[in-house]
């Protein structure tokens, strides 16, 4: 079993380098450090826009006034308005916004927070806890404050926009490459009749598809280590980085198994192909904007994979995050093998 699997995938990677699937491969990767090194600013402001309005008119208004006004005087996307109508207007408008209300209840002052709806309620408890600590710094201006950091030894430092996309790169290209080049493979193979005439031979289906997957990992690999190197150089975590990316390579490439097995050329699978794609990459939106998480985000496999790869590339010593995902998608991974081979064995070996 192990000679028949390490001659198909010497096979494989003879296949690849003639296709040119390691050229483009390593040409993409070299593009994207260019535009990231290059191209895209080191510095954009993704914080949500806060629209508020005072309505308080008791004894404690010139505290929450100078609050949002220190706040203002920090960052140039908050706003006052002239009433809440105003504030939902705006927000109708921008998505990435939150309003806030201060208003008079029973003869006290009343935080109102305006929300989208899509929220996580950990962002929620820290707006109303940051709001919480400006006030109390206003009434009492001699508090003083202590932070505690639990990991001393990281020195963790404001990651640039312009990297922090590299994430993003990692598992959209990658980590989610099998799931197209893996079918375009298949059914390349499928046309030139060596499916068929390996159906006949003495190896298993299970060695075919492992080859391919093997595959895909060793240029997923490629991609991430020449993309890593020339963004952030020796200051990612390597280690994690290649097995997450080995996880979900195997867990993307054995989604482009299942869905391949059902067709009989890349023509009539590209719209599933398509489809699962854009799936998985919704979870990117959360990237970006943190606030926008709701659950059927959050249930994508692909969401937990961008923060774990985002640990990896920028460490800052949250190392359950990162096997928490590996574990995760070694499971999703051995359950998409498993599939792929029952599909195998029912459509694609068919007559």
């Known amino acids: 079993m192990t000679k028949r699997l390490f001659a198909l995938v010497k096979k494989d990677i003879v296949s690849g380098y003639r ?3 390691f050229l483009v491969v390593m040409v993409v990767a070299v593009i994207f450090a260019l535009i990231v090194n290059f191209a895209i600013p080191k510095d954009l402001d993704i ?3 806060v629209y508020y309005n005072i309505e308080y008119e008791g004894e404690n208004k010139e505290i929450f006034e100078k609050v949002m006004m220190k706040t203002a005087s920090k960052h140039n996307n908050v706003y006052k308005m002239n009433s809440q109508d105003d504030i939902v207007e705006n927000m109708e408008k921008n998505f990435n916004s939150i309003g806030i209300i201060i208003k008079e209840y029973r003869g006290k002052p009343t935080v109102e927070l305006i929300m989208q709806g899509y929220e996580n309620r950990e962002v929620i408890n820290s707006l109303i806890l940051s709001l919480k600590d400006d006030i109390d710094n206003m009434v009492r201006e001699d508090l003083k404050i202590n932070t505690i950091f639990l990991n001393k030894e990281i020195d963790q430092e404001k990651v640039p926009f312009n990297k922090n996309v590299l994430p993003i790169f990692l598992t959209m290209e990658p980590t989610m490459l099998g799931l197209t080049i893996i079918a375009a493979f298949i059914f390349m193979e499928k046309d030139e009749g060596t499916i068929k005439a390996y159906k006949v031979s003495p190896g298993r289906i299970s060695e075919y598809l492992a080859s391919k997957i093997i595959l895909m990992i060793i240029l997923g690999l490629i991609s991430t280590i020449i993309s890593t190197f020339l963004v952030v150089g020796f200051e990612a975590d ?3 980085l290649i097995l997450i990316v ?5 867990f993307a490439s054995g989604l482009g198994l299942i869905i391949s097995s059902f067709f009989n050329n890349i023509s009539e699978s590209m719209i599933w192909i398509i489809f699962t ?21 959050r249930i994508l496999p692909t969401y937990l994979l961008q923060f774990a790869i985002r640990e ?14 590996i574990g995760t998608f070694a499971v999703l991974s051995i359950i998409n093998y498993i599939v792929a081979i029952f599909a195998y064995k029912r459509n694609l070996t068919r007559g």
């Open 47 to 49: 914080k949500p826009s």
């Open 312 to 325: 990896a590339v920028f460490p800052s010593g949250n190392i359950s995050l990162i096997y928490s995902t």
């Open 246 to 250: 080995i996880v979900g390579s195997v």
């Open 277 to 297: 794609s854009i799936v998985l990459l919704i979870p990117f939106a959360s990237y970006f904007v943190p606030s926008f998480a709701p659950i059927y985000i």
């Open 238 to 240: 390597y280690f994690n």
């Open 19 to 21: 296709n040119y699937f």
